[in-house]
């Protein structure tokens, strides 16, 4: 049984009577335990559909889709209420920029010790507060912070912001979510603390079985942290597999140039030459393309991509491209490069 | 904390210097004598004329003469009325307090009114109940508060005979005043009839701080819809409704405090301009405060009492502003203590 199984979920803005489809028909399966990666530009749609799986959209945005299940149960099925109160339940996020998501006049402490579930407490109501501290410090410690006494009592300003992240997971843990969702979590940090946030995101993973869709544009460095990637490109579904599909032989042009353009990749090119990127830029909501979105760029485009191509599946390998790279078979590794 | 203090008592005595240096300036500004303006002794006899000029120095230089008269205010000497010939600080002293009691009375209704209907607007934001709230600030905002002072005279205490129309209380209660201030006063009276006049003081007070309030309380919606809309709209509101917090969690432990931040900022703004409207109201409904006091001053051309009067009202307005200063770093960590790194 799939944790997470969503199909054709669309998003759309209301702005001055004009309906623009900033997320159109995306699909996304996760399992129990899963690390799934979310990679696509910015501008791709990927925070509008983490934001929208835990319902915190305004209401300028509109969210249709054909089927959410989460662990069997359908939630088109059930009120708004009841929905909100199941995933607040079991779907935790953590967004970018942690100090801005943290209440900047109330100190660290309140907020964590609120996020707690009241639930998870026994005894009187006048020993909850006591519980609620010592379970606060807990959870500080759960995400490595050891000096508990003065990160409760300081104020979001007063911490680095590697630190706020790291508040930003307890409170995220504090509910024992199933399923975690990371929006860019290590926006504008530097590369030791991405790694430590990255690392302590492995080791829940791998400890408690809480699985984790990370959001995020730099197809390199999540390569490192996830079972699965999902490529998004302008608020399409491009591709889905395993990391090693994806980034081993990918069947989809975008996810070739992905591939492409990382630094990694174009560590054989000689000095001074242009590294390998599309032509052009990712296009603005006004002027979306009909059909693939990615048609302006795309090196291997045709006639048929004026239509929005259908999501192909190769073993477990989902493509959404009327010619996909290297169809059906699957091709030595050596023919990775030049091909785009 | 310290520093906090010390940075702000500082920005008051160097406001308050520049303030005397104003109100000293408009002495020459005036027209007729200077040291006349300054002292307000129109009839005073040659000999005392002499005496005069020397108490204010006027042979030395004007830098000198803006000393003495530092000293003098400093000693609570402000002159003699030109109109009545008695002296100016102890008229002030009897009159500031009804005013300060009016003032404030007047702007705790206005944000005990304006800031939850600004709220609940920002939060029903775009429906029925937000444009209905906005219609009716715009309607107070637009009425003249002379117009309004006069309706509310002619319905309330003619027609409907609810409050009494003119001054602070019935002549029939005799008050001792200790502080000047009127509540305080009562509350402090061994009089038998103590809550008698109490209650007919707040009965007294009711109408022109209404009258008063009315026009904050429309800035306040506004600033309070507009502050609370910006907060809900920030990444810590989302987070929070991303944590499982209810709306109302987030409203209460939240929303509000982050909103009333923005807006304490402005309350001393406002303050200067209830001021104002209080001056007209006091005439209209002849408290004896400080307002009328000032008009009629204007009226009479008692150039000494305008200048001291309005020394006085705007250090009072300012004293207010550092108020509304010390509430703000009281609610907001931010403004306390050093910055991250300023070091």
């Known amino acids: 049984m799939n944790l997470l199984d969503i199909r054709n979920l669309s998003i759309e803005l209301i702005h001055d009577d004009q309906r623009i489809l900033a997320v159109d028909k995306v699909s996304l399966s996760m399992k129990e335990g899963e690390v799934r990666g979310v990679v696509g530009e910015s501008g791709s749609g990927k925070s509008l559909l983490a934001q929208a799986l835990v319902g915190v959209l305004d209401d300028k945005w509109h969210v249709h889709a054909d089927r959410f299940h989460w662990r069997g149960v359908d939630l088109l099925r059930l009120s708004i209420d009841e929905r909100k109160a199941l995933l607040s339940r079991d779907v935790a996020m953590i967004f970018q920029e942690p100090m801005a998501c943290l209440d900047p006049t109330t100190s660290i402490g309140e907020q964590l010790?609120?996020?707690?579930?009241?639930?998870?407490?026994?005894?009187?109501?006048?020993?909850?507060?006591?519980?609620?501290?010592?379970?606060?410090?807990?959870?500080?410690?759960k995400v490595g912070i050891k000096n508990h006494q003065a990160c409760l009592t300081s104020y979001p300003h007063q911490l680095t912001e590697a630190l706020c992240q790291r508040v930003m997971i307890a409170i995220a843990l504090a509910r024992r979510p199933i399923l975690l969702i990371a929006d860019e979590p290590t926006a504008a940090m530097e590369n030791t603390n991405e790694g430590q946030i990255f690392r302590l995101l492995a080791s829940l993973n791998q400890l408690k079985n809480m699985s984790i869709l990370l959001i995020s544009h730099d197809l390199e460095t999540i390569t490192h942290w996830t079972n699965t990637i999902t490529v998004m490109y302008s608020g399409q579904f491009v591709e889905a597999g395993t990391t090693a599909q994806i980034f081993g032989k990918p069947l989809h042009p975008y996810t070739r140039a992905l591939v492409d353009s990382s630094p990694s990749a174009n560590l054989h090119l000689p000095a001074k030459s242009r590294l390998k990127t599309l032509p052009g830029s990712i296009p603005i909501l006004q002027h979306l393309p009909i059909g693939c979105r990615l048609g302006p760029r795309c090196p291997r485009a045709q006639q048929a991509c004026v239509k929005a191509p259908t999501v192909t599946n190769f073993h477990g390998h989902k493509v959404s491209c009327h010619f996909p790279l290297t169809p059906l078979k699957s091709t030595p590794k050596k023919t990775r490069k030049g091909t785009s | 904390m310290l520093i906090f203090t010390l940075r702000r008592l500082s920005l008051f005595f160097f406001t308050m210097?520049?303030?005397?240096?104003?109100?000293?300036?408009?002495?020459?500004?005036?027209?007729?004598?200077?040291?006349?303006?300054?002292?307000?002794?129109?009839?005073?006899?040659?000999?005392?004329?002499?005496?005069?000029?020397?108490?204010?120095?006027?042979?030395?230089?004007?830098?000198?003469?803006?000393?003495?008269?530092?000293?003098?205010?400093?000693?609570?000497?402000?002159?003699?009325?030109?109109?009545?010939?008695?002296?100016?600080?102890?008229?002030?002293?009897?009159?500031?307090?009804?005013?300060?009691?009016?003032?404030l009375v007047a702007l705790y209704i206005a944000m005990l009114v304006g800031i939850p209907l600004g709220f609940i607007a920002a939060i029903k934001h775009s429906k029925l109940t937000d444009n209905l709230i906005l219609s009716i600030s715009m309607l107070g905002y637009s009425i003249p508060v002379f117009w309004l002072g006069l309706l509310a005279i002619l319905t309330f205490s003619i027609s409907l005979g609810w409050f009494p129309s003119a001054g602070q209380i019935s002549l029939l209660f005799e008050i001792k005043p200790v502080t000047g201030i009127q509540f305080i006063d009562i509350l402090l009276s061994d009089s038998p009839y103590k809550w008698q006049a109490f209650s007919d003081a707040t009965a007294h007070i009711i109408l022109p701080a209404c009258v008063i309030a009315v026009a904050p309380t429309t800035i306040f919606i506004r600033l309070a819809r507009t502050s609370m809309i910006e907060v809900l709209d920030t990444s810590y509101i989302r987070a929070a409704s991303a944590k499982g917090l209810t709306f109302q969690q987030i409203i209460f432990r939240h929303a509000i405090r982050n909103s009333l931040i923005k807006i304490i900022r402005h309350v001393g703004l406002q303050f200067a301009n209830l001021i104002t409207i209080a001056m007209v109201t006091e005439v209209i409904f002849s408290w004896p405060g400080i307002g009328r006091w000032l008009i009629e001053s204007i009226y009479q051309r008692d150039y000494t009492a305008i200048e001291s009067g309005l020394l006085v009202l705007s250090c009072f307005i300012f004293v207010v502003h550092i108020l509304t200063d010390f509430i703000y770093a009281a609610l907001n960590p931010l403004a306390r203590g050093n910055k991250y790194g300023a070091r």
């Open chain 1, 113 to 141: 010790t609120e996020a707690i579930d009241s639930s998870q407490l026994t005894g009187y109501f006048w020993q909850r507060k006591k519980q609620r501290q010592s379970a606060a410090i807990k959870l500080l410690h």
């Open chain 2, 17 to 103: 210097l520049l303030l005397t240096l104003l109100s000293f300036s408009l002495n020459f500004l005036f027209p007729g004598e200077t040291i006349i303006n300054l002292t307000g002794a129109i009839n005073a006899t040659p000999s005392q004329l002499i005496e005069i000029n020397e108490a204010y120095q006027t042979h030395r230089n004007i830098f000198w003469q803006y000393i003495t008269y530092l000293k003098h205010i400093a000693n609570g000497d402000l002159g003699l009325s030109m109109a009545s010939q008695s002296s100016i600080s102890t008229e002030i002293v009897t009159l500031l307090p009804a005013t300060i009691e009016l003032s």
